[in-house]
């Protein structure tokens, strides 16, 4: 790459006060990027084409192309001919051109070397770089050609595009992203035993191309796009259009914010609270949520004038009484009174961090003076020795942590009942402070280290969450719902997703907000194709993180992780049981990546005996998926699940169980029936004491009504992944055992 020759080449385009690079100077930037492109000349208008001038083209064809900034995309408006290699039939192309288009800031036109090759699919590609507010320059490869956005929207989720990061993408994760590309697929593995049209080394190559360009110039360009290359018959890949627009030259990079002081907010000593009643209100809820989880009143600050005290913890009567500077100060106010108390907590340096509880700060009429204020004063304190507080919200639940013994999400705890048990090792970071209460209602078996709720973002972001908590040892799944990031803070989050599961942990992602909105704003091939969701989808999958396609999917994926964490994946290799014909169908059907091994004969034995003991032998044959008919009971399944379990031809086991049998103890204590799923040896008690005993993963399915949702609920309680039918079981849990057989890179 001529580095120098790209630099002035952008610095004379800016020069000319222009942010769209000329045919001419696009054909320039692929010579500097040491890209193929048909050979070409220049000419200012139809009289000026002679036989001299088209002396260097061999060929029968010509390309005739139209320059002008104003012309975007040339195919849509007429502003390219292919044409015979003759001066009268060049000179009509180019006057037809000139009459239709008019001025449109028409510098001149192209005679460009005609490169024959097929129009087969997949003989066009597709290679952009582009800006992405959030997460940076970001490179994609697709299908290209007139269908280019046709055939992506298409293609299976996965095999459109490749997207990959300039910051981390080598050849490895190269060749991985465009390995499931459909494009590229055609012309590098074609069917029925064709030969390749072209060695993945050599697309490979394109993208190494873009991914250098973008770490170098990424911040100065808008987009890049090369739209075709095409294979040529010759066997060359040639860039035949380039289309390229420059960032304004004056964006801003944001302030980075001190993440070291997350300490003083998720762990905090002392604590001060605004926005208390008497009686019961957000702000006494929370007072009473800190007192609950074991924070030391003495240690906690009201500011409420013409109190004492409120729950045992001391009054103040305004912001300067609070003594010293508090680790935590949490705001629960409305929005002008927020503005100025922060202001007040900055200008007086009284707090290491703070909540935020309301919203509407900027939005709110006649505030802009006192957002400025405040923003200034966290601006200038930034600066200074103490470095400012960090601020989470607002808009916002707040925070939950359990090392901090505090909770400021005001939700009453017979409405959010605190999960019983041990610290989960999970953490929970949710731009929604509903989406964060609602998954912990729903995930009720886990205990989250933490659960972060952060609002709008005002100052910490997603990104400083997942910067900041990716080094703590004691969280093995980090679950994140995000809206939308913060300008480059989705690059941060992704760098330190990659950290993570390069560590062997897991970034389960919930993007909301899926409209391709980059789009709107563009006029290339490259953001239709490679809109917000798509980046997100192609990060996520180069960096290791999980992305959830649905709220149900994020649930039940949270859950597997942090309840099969421990468990270490060695294949594909599935054994299945159930006592319905029906759902051992579904599980075959349903396998995704997974195979039905024959069993070994030692676990062929050991499984007859089991049926000989239960006196189903006669109806009952070993074979994988097991169908033990309603007539096993809750020893014989649990011996079965066992010889599963211990089987060494098996990488993983999914245990169905149909429980309207009457041969299972699967209904909860109650009248009308002598059953009760909590008593000893029935199935539960059994598959937990199994769950204990570690080894390979494995999950449970109970297909069946709301009858049978306390036995659902026992075994999920018991560390035990619990789904209501097989197909969604099979999805994720083919999810799970993916993302625990991707190889781990080697650190750098």
């Not at 000329?22 to 036989?51: F, N, Q």
């Not at 002008?336 to 202001?343: D, F, G, L, N, P």
């Not at 601006?379 to 013994?405: E, F, H, Q, T, Y």
Request: charged content about 20%.
């Amino acid at each position: 790459m001529n580095i120098p020759a790209i630099a002035a080449l952008i610095e004379r385009v800016r020069r000319d006060g222009r942010n769209v690079l000329l045919e001419t100077e696009g054909l320039a930037l692929l010579e500097a990027l040491g890209l193929p492109a048909p050979a070409h000349v220049v000419v200012p208008d139809a009289d000026a084409v002679t036989s001299e001038v088209l002396a260097p083209f061999s060929g029968a064809r010509v390309v005739v192309k139209v320059i002008s900034p104003q012309i975007l995309h040339k195919s849509d408006v007429g502003g390219v001919a292919v044409v015979e290699t003759s001066v009268g039939i060049v000179r009509a192309a180019i006057a037809d051109m000139q009459a239709r288009l008019g001025p449109r800031g028409v510098v001149g036109y192209t005679i460009n070397e005609f490169v024959p090759y097929s129009p087969a699919l997949g003989h066009e590609i597709l290679v952009g770089l582009r800006w992405a507010d959030d997460v940076g320059p970001v490179v994609t490869v697709g299908a290209g050609g007139i269908y280019t956005e046709f055939l992506a929207k298409r293609f299976r989720a996965g095999s459109d595009v490749a997207i990959l990061s300039p910051a981390w993408a080598d050849n490895t994760t190269i060749e991985a992203a465009l390995h499931d590309v459909a494009v590229v697929q055609l012309v590098t593995q074609p069917p029925r035993g064709q030969p390749p049209k072209i060695a993945t080394a050599a697309i490979v190559r394109l993208a190494s191309v873009f991914l250098e360009f973008g770490r170098t110039f990424g911040p100065e360009i808008g987009e890049c796009e090369v739209n075709p290359f095409v294979i040529a018959q010759d066997g060359r890949v040639v860039a035949l259009d380039i289309l390229v627009k420059l960032r304004p030259a004056d964006t801003a990079q944001p302030a980075p914010r001190p993440v070291a002081k997350l300490k003083h907010l998720l762990e905090p000593r002392t604590a001060a609270i605004m926005g208390v009643s008497e009686r019961m209100n957000p702000g006494h809820i929370i007072v009473n949520n800190l007192v609950r989880e074991g924070f030391p009143r003495e240690r906690i600050v009201i500011v409420k004038a013409d109190s004492d005290q409120i729950e045992g913890c001391r009054c103040v009567p305004d912001i300067a009484s609070v003594p010293g500077r508090v680790d935590l100060f949490v705001l629960c106010i409305d929005a002008t009174q927020a503005s100025r108390a922060i202001v007040e907590i900055i200008e007086r340096e009284k707090a290491e961090s703070v909540v935020l509880i309301p919203g509407g700060l900027e939005e709110k009429a006649g505030s802009d003076a006192i957002v400025t204020r405040m923003r200034d004063a966290l601006a200038r304190s930034r600066r200074g020795s103490w470095g400012g507080p960090v601020i989470n919200g607002g808009n916002c639940l707040g925070i939950r942590s359990l090392p901090g013994r505090y909770d400021t999400t005001f939700i009453p705890e017979y409405k959010l009942p605190v999960p019983a048990g041990p610290p989960s090792r999970l953490a929970i970071i949710s731009q929604s402070g509903a989406f964060a209460v609602a998954k912990a209602s729903k995930l009720g078996v886990l205990n989250p280290k933490y659960s972060v709720t952060l609002g709008n973002q005002m100052d910490l972001t997603v990104g400083d969450y997942l910067t900041y908590l990716k080094d703590d040892p004691d969280i093995d799944v980090f679950a994140v719902y995000v809206e939308g990031f913060r300008p480059l803070d989705g690059l941060r989050f992704f760098e330190a997703a990659r950290e993570i599961t390069r560590s062997g942990r897991t970034v389960v992602l919930y993007r909301a907000g899926r409209t391709p909105a980059g789009a709107k704003a563009s006029a290339s091939h490259t953001a239709s194709i490679a809109g917000d969701y798509a980046v997100m989808r192609g990060l996520c999958a180069s960096t290791g993180g999980v992305l959830s396609a649905s709220l149900e999917d994020f649930d039940d994926l949270v859950v597997l992780f942090s309840q099969l964490g421990s468990r270490a994946v060695t294949g594909w290799r599935l054994a299945a049981v159930s006592n319905a014909g029906f759902e051992c169908v579904a599980i075959a059907d349903n396998l995704g990546r997974f195979s039905l091994p024959d069993f070994d004969e030692e676990t062929e034995r050991g499984l007859h005996e089991v049926f000989v003991r239960s006196r189903i032998d006669q109806v009952v044959d070993v074979h994988n998926p097991i169908d033990l008919t309603p007539m096993a009971d809750d020893a014989a399944y649990a011996e079965v699940v066992a010889a599963l379990i211990d089987a060494p031809g098996v990488d993983a086991v999914v245990v169905g169980i149909v429980p309207l049998t009457a041969a299972l103890n699967t209904l909860a204590a109650g009248p009308g029936h002598r059953e009760d799923f909590t008593a000893p040896g029935a199935i539960v008690g059994r598959l937990t004491e199994l769950r204990r005993d570690g080894g390979k993963p494995w999950i449970v399915v109970v297909d069946a009504g709301a009858l049978y949702d306390p036995m659902a609920r026992s075994l999920l309680a018991h560390g035990i992944p619990t789904f209501r039918s097989a197909d969604r079981a099979l999805r994720l849990f083919n999810m799970f055992c993916a993302e625990r057989l991707r190889p781990v890179a080697e650190q750098d």
